[in-house]
């Protein structure tokens, strides 16, 4: 068994839908009040909605702990904002890096349609998951959000609004949804429920190769990004004066 | 594909849902959590709770109705109708909203929007947005439809996406209460004008009023009280037939 899964409370967001949604699929979560309580946690939730920036938080103070306990194999699941923060950076706030734990830049969603894509979409599968597991293709979830992932490697479900976007990646021990599980009913519950039991699984049942791999992995991650808005879309243009919903 | 939401408005007085109807096998009809719960079984697709409570006392009653309905409800969930400061707005969405309605308060104040937005992002506000023909004008009223501002709808609905509203909830005034069905020029004009989703409501009696305001009415999200009180499965055969007229909706 692993320790308690902590819950990041940085000031974005609705820690406690997160949390309720938790005890449902059957784990208590904990709220670390620094980046050193997480070594005693077992697996690590990031959730988020608003403005990119508001990561700027996690850069100060939360990423080398967070970083850490991915090196250690332990499970991350980052939840809308906080999945987008798994990425590179966001064209929403260019100056604030992400954990670049997978590759590619947020981008906002282009026009074409009313952003933000607020309501349920369709979840289409692009690849086996543990998260996923149990959770059809064409399952709809709950989305709210201007600023989305670009579908690259690791992205294990993929939502179109006007353009394809990552809905669910994951990667090794590191997983992320675009849409709100807190908020998707039963679907969503499910996705929770797996992650949990992931982090329950861990460590132990996998092979010691597979964790070195992991870790080997996990080198890259927490370092600042370089220069990583550098190939991404000219998205953004619609630039508006408000606290983008992520 | 994004599915047109079904949202059910759950009109609450002192902390009990008014006009709630006595559905067979509910406890307490008029408790906002059991009808919420009863709601979310069926397939809807969000809950607005407004709050029609006259009293000082009343309204302190809010936060624990709302912790109450989204104690065990895993979608989302709008709050509207007691929202009058930044307070307000932080006390709902602390006890377990995700979203505040904003009314005559961003009419009175329309920076409040702007901070609100600022504070917990676009997704967490919504702007409502009252209106009536005026000599061929929609004119949006402030307090409960009892006070006109000489506001545009349009107009208004425009500046509250500028300042950062995620979503308009649009009420026809004129077609509340009515069962007429929604006015979908209203809607059409509005959902027109503005890049952010508009949900429509006021007038919703049969499901053909659904099918007519997401196609004429161009709605993203339709909203109603009573109609989903008069029948137990009101809210999944709506979307059966919202289906079979090929409008996408969450099955």
């Known amino acids: ?246 | 594909m994004l599915a047109r939401r079904i949202i059910a408005c759950l009109d609450v007085r002192d902390g009990a849902v008014v006009k709630g109807m006595n559905f067979e096998g509910l406890r307490h009809a008029g408790d906002p959590a059991a009808l919420a719960a009863r709601y979310n079984e069926d397939g809807i697709d969000e809950i607005v709770i407004l709050d029609v409570t006259a009293t000082i006392e009343g309204r302190r009653a809010l936060a624990s109705t709302i912790r109450e309905v989204s104690s065990r409800l895993f979608i989302p969930l709008a709050v509207g109708g007691g929202i009058r400061t930044a307070d307000d707005a932080a006390r709902a969405l602390d006890a377990g909203a995700d979203k505040v309605s904003l009314n005559s308060a961003a009419i009175a104040d329309p920076p409040l929007v702007s901070r609100l937005a600022a504070r917990y992002g676009s997704q967490a506000v919504v702007v409502a947005v009252d209106a009536k023909s005026v000599n061929g004008e929609y004119r949006v009223f402030a307090r409960s439809g009892s006070a006109p501002t000489g506001l545009d709808a349009v107009s208004w609905a425009r500046e509250a996406e500028s300042r950062g509203a995620g979503e308009i909830l649009l009420t026809s005034i004129d077609r509340d209460g009515t069962r007429a069905g929604f006015d979908c020029m209203l809607t059409a004009a509005v959902s027109g004008a503005v890049n952010i989703p508009v949900i429509a409501s006021g007038g919703a009696g049969s499901f053909a009023h659904f099918v007519e305001v997401f196609t004429a009415g161009r709605a993203d999200a339709a909203l109603a009280a009573s109609v989903f009180h008069y029948a137990e499965h009101a809210v999944s055969d709506l979307k059966a037939h919202l289906q079979s007229a090929g409008i996408p909706v969450r099955l």
């Not at chain 1, 508001?54 to 499970?75: K, N, Q």
Request: net charge positive; glycine share 16%; aromatic share 8%.
């Open chain 1, 1 to 246: 068994m692993g320790g308690a899964i902590a819950l990041i409370d940085y000031g974005a967001g609705n820690p406690t839908s997160v949390r309720k949604a938790f005890a449902a699929a059957g784990a208590e979560l904990f709220t670390p009040q620094a980046p050193g309580d997480l070594e005693g946690a077992g697996a690590v939730v990031i959730p988020g909605v608003g403005h990119f920036a508001a990561t700027a938080v996690l850069e100060a103070g939360w990423r080398d702990g967070i970083a850490g306990a991915v090196r250690a194999g332990r499970p991350l699941l980052g939840i809308c904002l906080g999945m987008q923060w798994l990425f590179e950076g966001s064209d929403e706030a260019p100056g604030v890096p992400g954990l670049g734990a997978f590759r590619g830049v947020c981008a906002r969603l282009p026009a074409g349609q009313k952003v933000p894509h607020v309501g349920w979409n369709t979840l289409d599968a692009a690849g086996p998951a543990r998260l996923l597991s149990g959770v059809r293709g064409g399952t709809y979830a709950y989305f709210a959000h201007s600023y989305a992932a670009p579908v690259t490697d690791g992205c294990v479900a993929v939502t179109t609004y006007g353009t394809a976007f990552a809905a669910a990646v994951e990667r090794d021990n590191v997983f992320g949804v675009q849409f709100h599980p807190e908020k998707s009913g039963p679907a969503g519950l499910r996705v929770l429920a797996n992650f949990v039991a992931i982090a329950a699984r861990r460590p132990g049942l996998r092979p010691a190769s597979d964790r070195r791999r992991a870790a080997a992995r996990a080198d890259g991650i927490g370092r600042p990004r370089q220069d990583a808005r550098s190939g991404s879309p000219a998205a953004g243009s619609g630039s508006q004066a408000r606290g983008e919903s992520n």
